[in-house]
């Protein structure tokens, strides 16, 4: 079992890593084809942070392994909301002045819903897996629309600012694009075949392997850059990137998922146990991010009490292990 747990951490690494230049090169390009500055970081930035999760839950549906995915899928919603604001917010408490993050919030709650009243009879089907791809190409829609709108938003001026940081020239833009976006795919198999490896070694559902060591190793790129991003003081951003990937995950990575490999039987855990957890971190999302006597505010003891949630699930999870 050395070699998929080694596969396991080279692939997170190098996850992580390739995320992070498929992004900047992502965001270059578009930068030098024009496109305004709210849209890249919205549109472009969004979906290449939620990228990992894209990649690795087409390769768990290729190879057969939908419990993976959706595991994956909810696994790093439960992760961006509990592990990476609850760090992020630990460390520079979080203010959330955008409008349009405030706009976002009650979407990531709708879609969220969703998703359980999908999964409800306990199967996904192919069609309702497209009308999830659907609702992300309508959320895409809407995004740039209000990217072009809000121009007065305090987004923007996060946004233009760490843009800038990263700027390079188009060929180099280019060969980092295409740099990272190749080892996304090396590291997501090395990473999925690992962690399908370990799951059977061990007898544990891809499921609870979804659900932990790839949704946390797929999760650890938007930590990364919600950390630099509060340092910054980019608070928007921070936020910003964890509604959009959590949308992101319920609406193109299960969706892509359900498509390419329907999920006909899908565990009773799922609506018992993880969808739950889910919702209750993203209500508190809602509650502690949207403001609603003025800006919305996350505090420490708001980041304790998300991290504590974060570490009660992750032991309800092993427990079930040990039941099993």
């Given at each position: ?5 080694l ?7 190098l996850?992580l890593?390739?995320?992070?230049r498929?992004v900047?090169?992502?965001a270059?390009?578009a ?11 919205m549109?472009i930035?969004?979906?290449g942070?939620?990228a990992?999760e ?7 549906a ?7 995915a ?6 790093s919603?439960?992760?961006n ?22 706009r ?6 709708l879609f969220?819903?969703?998703?359980g009243?999908l ?6 089907s ?8 659907l609702g ?31 700027a ?6 280019i ?8 080892l996304?795919l ?17 007898g ?14 797929t999760?650890?790129p ?9 340092r ?17 995950n ?30 209750a ?8 991010g ?12 708001e ?11 992750n032991?309800w999870l ?6 099993a």
């Open positions: 079992m050395l070699l998929p747990i596969a396991i951490i080279l692939g997170i690494v996850l890593w390739s995320a992070d498929f900047e090169g992502a270059a390009v930068g030098h084809l024009g496109l305004p500055s709210l849209v890249i970081g549109v930035v969004g979906f942070t939620s990992p894209i990649v690795v839950s087409i390769m768990a290729l190879d057969g392994n939908p419990d993976l959706l595991g994956n899928a909810l696994g919603n439960i992760y909301v509990g592990l990476i604001i609850g760090v992020t917010a630990l460390i520079v408490p979080i203010a959330v002045h955008s409008t349009i993050i405030r976002e919030l009650p979407l990531l709650l969220g819903a969703v998703a009243v999964f409800w009879n306990g199967q996904l192919r069609l309702e897996s497209l009308l999830l791809l992300f190409f309508a959320l895409m829609g809407w995004t740039i629309w209000t990217a072009l709108r809000g121009k007065d938003d305090p987004l923007v001026a996060e946004t233009e600012q760490e843009l800038s940081s990263h390079m020239t188009l060929g180099r833009a060969v980092w694009l295409v740099v990272g976006l190749t996304l090396v590291s997501s198999r090395m990473l999925v075949w690992g962690a399908v490896s370990v799951a059977s070694a061990l544990v559902s891809d499921l609870i392997i979804g659900l932990t060591i790839v949704a946390l190793g999760s650890l938007e930590l990364a850059s919600s950390i630099a991003a509060v910054k003081g980019e608070h928007d951003i921070a936020m910003g990137n964890v509604v959009g990937s959590c949308m992101f319920l609406l193109a990575v299960v969706g892509i998922a359900g498509v390419i490999a329907p999920m006909e039987a899908l565990s009773a855990d799922i609506m018992l146990r993880d969808w739950p957890v889910m919702m971190m993203v209500v508190s999302l809602f509650v502690m949207y403001g609603f006597r003025g800006e919305g505010r996350i505090n420490r003891i980041a304790s009490a998300l991290l504590l949630g974060l570490v009660a699930y032991g092993v427990n079930a292990v040990l039941m």
